[in-house]
């Protein structure tokens, strides 16, 4: 089985999300090996991470891999490090995607690949919620960490309303219709 991670860079950790996430995953046990996907960037990724490792000590056949969006230097300037954060690294292929969007390339290959998905999304914008609407578009299982469980499903008003991208103005009118009023920008 393999799980992917994604979440805000600048989330911060609570022990109430930790105990979630252990129980979480050790609901996994019994699928047989577990691998999960990280992509290293970000506090919620490195919580991620920490948690995984945690699980890794009780169940020692789970592997930890680094899901790299770039090859050439900036790999090989962390590949000491990598070697000794994770049990592997795999670059999904990405040559031809523009630098710009590699990392939200390599969250959908993450996302295409994975059993289930574990995040941590507390915006209606952004490219870790544009993964997570991804994710529901692949029908891939989920679970949002975030304590208010904004529209869990997605599904509230479609989630074409949820893309955000400069041709979309209406989309804080759209998200406040659906979930009520919050910080919303638009991009």
């Known amino acids: 089985m393999i799980v992917t991670f994604f979440g805000h860079r600048d989330y911060l950790s609570t022990t109430d999300d930790e105990e979630k996430l252990a129980a979480i995953l050790e609901s996994f046990s019994d699928k047989g090996e577990i691998t ?3 992509g290293g960037y970000g506090r919620f990724d490195g919580f991620a991470s920490r948690c995984a490792k945690t699980y890794k000590k009780k169940h020692p056949d789970a592997k930890i891999i680094f899901i790299s969006p770039y090859l050439g230097d900036w790999l090989k300037k962390r ?3 990598m070697e000794i954060e994770y049990d592997g690294t795999i670059y999904p292929g990405l040559e031809n995607v523009p630098l710009k969007f590699a990392i939200e390339k ?6 295409d690949k ?4 574990i995040c941590f999304i507390k915006t209606g914008f952004g490219g870790a919620y544009n993964s997570l609407v991804y994710a529901k578009r692949k029908n891939k299982p989920f679970i949002n960490l975030y304590q208010d469980k904004y529209p869990p ?5 479609g989630e074409e309303d949820f893309i955000l991208n400069k041709e979309c103005k209406s989309i804080g009118t759209a998200w406040e219709e659906a979930v009520g009023p919050h ?3 638009v991009t």
């Open 153 to 157: 499903d997605l599904s509230v008003k």
């Open 114 to 117: 994975s059993d289930f998905v």
């Open 106 to 111: 390599r969250n959908q290959w993450m996302i």
């Open 183 to 185: 910080n919303s920008r």
């Open 36 to 38: 999960f996907y990280l």
């Open 79 to 81: 590949l000491a490090f």
